[in-house]
C-alpha cells in the first residue's frame, strides 16, 4: 500500500512532514556525501533545481515503466515499479504545482551527466543487464535521498524544505526496493557489483561538474 493518496495537497503534505527522518542506511549504503559547495550553489539556484527534480520525477517514472514491460515475467518486480511509477507521477505533479505556486516557467533542461555515467556501465547481456538496471536505480533513489535530506535543511523555502522531508520515506523504500529486486533475479551475491557502482556513483558525485543538476558532482563554477 503506497505512503502517498492521490487526494493529497501540497498543504496537507507540509504540515504532516516529520521534523526528522533517520536515513543513516542511506549514508552507509552512499559512497560519498554531498559537498557543501554543491549545497550552496543549488540553494541559490532553486529555480533550476526545481525544474530538473521535476525532469527526475517523470524520467524515473519512465524508466521504470520500460522495466514492467521489458521484465514482465517477473510477478515481485511488476507490482513494486506499478507502485513507484504512480508515486513517481504524484511527486511530478507536485512539483509542477510547487513551480507554479513560485511563478517557475517551465523550460527545456538537458539531462546531466550522472545517469550516463552510471548507464554506461552496465552489462548488455541478461540477467546481468537487469541486475545492473536494478542496482543503478537504487543508487540514484539513494542519491535522490540523500540530496533532499541535504537541501531540507539549508533552503530558506519553508514549504519546499518540508516537502523534500516528505519525500524521504518514498525515495528510501524505492531504493530498497531497487536492491531487492536486483538481489532476487541473480543466484549470486550482488555485493560485488553494488560495490562496483558505488565506487562509479561516488566519484560523479565528487569530481567537478561544469552544470547544476540535482544529480551534479562538485560545481566547478561560481
Known sequence: MTDILPEDDLHAIASRAKAKTDISHIHA?????????????????LPLLMQDHANCEKKAAGTAMNLIFRYEFHRDLQEKLAQL?????????????????RGIAWSHLPAGRYA????????TWEPAGMIDMLIIGAFIEARSC???SA??????????????????KSESRHYEDYLALAQSVSDESIDER?????????????SPDSE?????GVPDFV
Open 29 to 45: 549504503f552512499l559512497g560519498a556525501s554531498t559537498s557543501e559547495k554543491w549545497l550552496e550553489v543549488a540553494k541559490n539556484n
Open 85 to 101: 511509477v504512480r508515486e513517481e507521477m504524484l511527486h511530478y505533479e507536485q512539483v509542477l504545482e510547487l513551480m507554479k505556486e
Open 116 to 123: 550516463k555515467g552510471l548507464l554506461k556501465h552496465k552489462r
Open 146 to 148: 540523500e540530496r533532499f
Open 151 to 168: 537541501l531540507a535543511d539549508v533552503i530558506d523555502d519553508e514549504k519546499l524544505s518540508k516537502y523534500y522531508k516528505y519525500l524521504l
Open 194 to 206: 553494488v560495490a562496483f557502482f558505488r565506487a562509479v556513483e561516488a566519484e560523479l558525485i565528487d
Open 212 to 216: 547544476l543538476r540535482f544529480h551534479s
